[in-house]
Each structure stands twice: as C-alpha cells, then as structure tokens.
C-alpha cells in the first residue's frame, strides 16, 4: 500500500467505540432528566410559598374564611354579655342558622402559645350555636394585639347587637381591672370620658352574680341601675334578695321582668300611714315646704313658685345646720 493510500485509510476507516463512550448518551439523559425533575420541584416549591404568601395576605387583611372546629376555640379576653336562661334572641340564632347556615363570620385570632387553637374576638353568640347544633364555625382569622382584639370586640358588638346599658358597664369594669386603658376602652365601646367613668362606677355598686342572675335587661338603663344600688345599701337586702331570687316567678321570667322583681323587692315597703308628714307655711296660710319622713328617709318639697330661691337658700345652709345638729347632738350626750 503505498504512503498515500496509508493516509487515506486511516481517515475513512471507521471509528471504533469504547464501552465508556458508549455510556456517554446514557448519562446525559439521566443528567438531563434529573435536572428537569428538580426544576419541577423547584416550581413547586416556589408555587407553594407564593400560595402561603397569598394565604397569610388573606389571612392578615381578613378576607380568607375558614370553617373551624367550635371545640378549638377559646373564650374571648373579657366576657361582655350576660346570659339569660331565657333568651328568645339566641334560641332565635341557632334556628337560623339551623334552616339557612351561619351569614356571618366570627373573628378569631391565632394562639401563639398553643398551635392550631384559637381565640374569639367577637362572635360569641355565633359560636354558642355552632356548638350547640354540633356544627363548624365560619371564622376570620386575624392576628390581633390584646388591644385590637378588644377594640373590634367591642366595634362589632355595638354595629350588629348593641350591648345593654348593665352589659357594656361590666365590660368596661372588666377591661379596666385586667390594665386595659381608659383611651382604649373609650375606643372599644365608642364612649367619652365621662361616660365611661359613670359605667365604671354604675358597674362597680352592682355585684356579678345580681347582674348576672338578672340578664342583659335591656330596657333599664342607667337611673333605675344606679337606684337599685343604692337599695341594696339597706340591711335587709340580702334577706330581700334572696327571697326573690330563689322564687319559681324569678327564674321563669326574662331578664327585664327579673330586673322589675328584683327593684321590687328592694323598694320602699314602708306602709303610707307610718310616714310622718309636716308643712311650713308663710304668713298668708300657703304651704311653702313639706317634709314626709318615713322609715329611713326624709324628703324635702319647697314649692318654688311661692317661694323662689328658698330651696337655693336651704341647700346653702344645710352644712351648718349639721354642724349645729352634731353639736347639739354631742351635748345631749354628755
């Protein structure tokens, strides 16, 4: 064979192929098929922390609606309502959500220091049905700071069921015995400063259990609360109390007709012929001032329009008059 023949040979003959070339293809297809499924993960990956994105946006703005299980729920920070044995309004609640299902979300906020447990803000009333229909609850789930779990408490209370005038008072009292501020339970209830102080001090003379025995009474408000504590400063109160209280009338009743027994019982029982009367009169026979005493009272009536500005006068002197009364008082005793 001569020399360019050699040459020629050795360009045209074919390639021989090794085993480890041969491996070569194979390896690059699992290689190419390895990155392709870890691709696919990675957008999965990247799809899921997008979807939990959105899911803690929703949940965060309050738009994202969950069906939760009653049971993992807790009671709000500070109860607000007073519940009656006999309440027509819930019985009411549970049958409309029994026929057409719960309209309404409640608002829970997530247990930092117990997973998958919850607590109420508002929708108390909402949830009692569910539990007693055996059902799951719709809620909003929302990280709340103790603040704003008592601002929208009280918010949604007063846009959906008004709290009554007892109702609101305990729940101010409440709020301000666990350390809340006044700015932020003036904010919860959508009060003044004035107003909250006279909660506070209505809520303070009533005990719990008289409030909670009556109910809600939502057609007493403040003056007829503030006299039915000053009765109960009477000694025989308690013995009053619980001659009512323990009646069948009292636990059949509802909640104003309690709040009617029990101011009842505490009224006045002095008989009008044991009360002693006596009129002033002036110098032309007309009765300007009439005192009635009775057991452990005694009024003052000055008729203004005969004379003007005597019960001014009176109210001016009363302190020295009981100075003089204590002094004549300690005289006698000597």
């Given at each position: ?50 979807n939990a994105a959105r899911l803690q946006d929703q949940i965060e703005e309050g738009t994202l609606i969950v069906n939760l299980d009653p049971d993992l729920i807790d009671s709000g920070m500070v109860a607000d309502r007073l519940h009656s044995v006999i309440d027509p309004s819930f019985d009411a609640l549970v049958a409309s959500i029994s ?116 109910g809600p009474a939502d057609r007493i408000g403040r003056a007829r609360w503030l006299v039915l504590a000053e009765n109960l400063k009477r000694p025989d109160a308690p013995q009053r109390l619980r001659a009512v209280l323990e009646s069948d009338a009292f636990r059949k009743a509802d909640s104003n007709s309690r709040f009617a027994k029990v ?72």
């Amino acid at each position: 064979m001569s020399r360019k023949d050699t040459i020629t040979a050795l360009f045209t003959q074919k390639k021989v192929t090794t085993p480890v070339q041969a491996a070569e293809p194979e390896r690059e297809r699992i290689k190419s098929g390895a990155v392709s499924a870890m691709g696919a993960s990675l957008q999965q990956l990247t799809e899921g922390a997008r979807n939990a994105a959105r899911l803690q946006d929703q949940i965060e703005e309050g738009t994202l609606i969950v069906n939760l299980d009653p049971d993992l729920i807790d009671s709000g920070m500070v109860a607000d309502r007073l519940h009656s044995v006999i309440d027509p309004s819930f019985d009411a609640l549970v049958a409309s959500i029994s026929a057409s299902g719960q309209q309404v979300p409640i608002l829970v906020r997530p247990l930092s220091q117990a997973p998958a447990r919850y607590q109420v803000a508002y929708g108390h009333r909402r949830l009692r049905a569910a539990q007693h229909l055996g059902i799951a609850v719709k809620a909003i789930v929302r990280p709340l700071t103790d603040a704003e779990m008592v601002v929208a408490q009280g918010k949604e209370n007063l846009e959906r069921r008004d709290l009554s005038y007892i109702e609101k008072a305990i729940f101010a009292r409440r709020l301000e015995d666990i350390g809340f501020e006044r700015n932020t339970i003036m904010a919860a209830l959508s009060t003044d400063k004035a107003d909250l102080s006279r909660y506070i001090s209505v809520a303070r003379l009533i005990p719990d259990e008289l409030a909670q025995a009556i109910g809600p009474a939502d057609r007493i408000g403040r003056a007829r609360w503030l006299v039915l504590a000053e009765n109960l400063k009477r000694p025989d109160a308690p013995q009053r109390l619980r001659a009512v209280l323990e009646s069948d009338a009292f636990r059949k009743a509802d909640s104003n007709s309690r709040f009617a027994k029990v101011f009842a019982s505490l009224a006045d029982k002095v008989p009008p012929e044991k009360s002693v009367a006596r009129i002033w009169r002036d110098p032309a026979g007309r009765a300007i001032a009439r005192s009635e005493v009775r057991k452990d009272r005694t009024t003052f009536v000055i008729d203004e329009a005969i004379a003007p500005e005597f019960g001014a006068y009176l109210a001016d002197e009363m302190g020295m008059l009981y100075e003089k009364y204590l002094q004549e008082r300690a005289k006698s005793t000597l």
